[in-house]
């Protein structure tokens, strides 16, 4: 697993309780890794609500970048250019609309995830779909690809 700076590995299974491993290797002499205690994140996430709900949001917006990294990987060293996230956009919406529906971000998350329920679904869209019109636009899509 390849991680930025700053980067949290694990947290997305644990708060979407959905447990997996991973392992982080570093290379180079400035990588830093702190770990926390599945007990102390436990309570954290129980003492500050607020936390819970954001880094459960993020989990959400990462869970669907992965999606679609997995239909349009991107080559070592490539970056989500403007090209790039149009090309994976028009990949992800069927009826070229202008905008992924529910049903097209079931399809790509089940493309993934075969045990993945209908309220999960709709949860990563609400994550995602930041003016709440019931649909991901490019611009939506392009922030979560960016910055997620």
């Not at 202008?98 to 790509?108: H, N, P, R, Y």
Request: overall charge negative; aromatic content about 6%; hydrophobic content about 40%.
């Amino acid at each position: 697993v390849q991680v930025k700076k700053g980067a949290m590995v694990g947290e997305m299974g644990f708060v979407l309780n959905r447990p997996h491993e991973c392992t982080v290797t570093c290379h180079s002499a400035e990588c830093e890794v702190e770990e926390i205690a599945a007990e102390d994140f436990a309570s954290l996430l129980n003492d500050s609500p607020e936390i819970k709900k954001a880094l459960l949001k993020l989990s959400r917006k990462r869970r669907f970048k992965h999606s679609v990294l997995h239909i349009m990987p991107l080559q070592d060293g490539a970056y989500w250019s403007d090209q790039n996230l149009r090309k994976a956009f028009d990949m992800v919406q069927s009826h070229k609309s202008g905008a992924i529906s529910l049903q097209d971000l079931k399809t790509v998350l089940c493309n993934l995830n075969n045990d993945i329920d209908d309220d999960e679904i709709l949860a990563i869209m609400n994550a995602v779909d930041i003016n709440r019109d019931g649909m991901i636009d490019f611009e939506e899509f392009t922030r979560v690809m960016r910055n997620a």
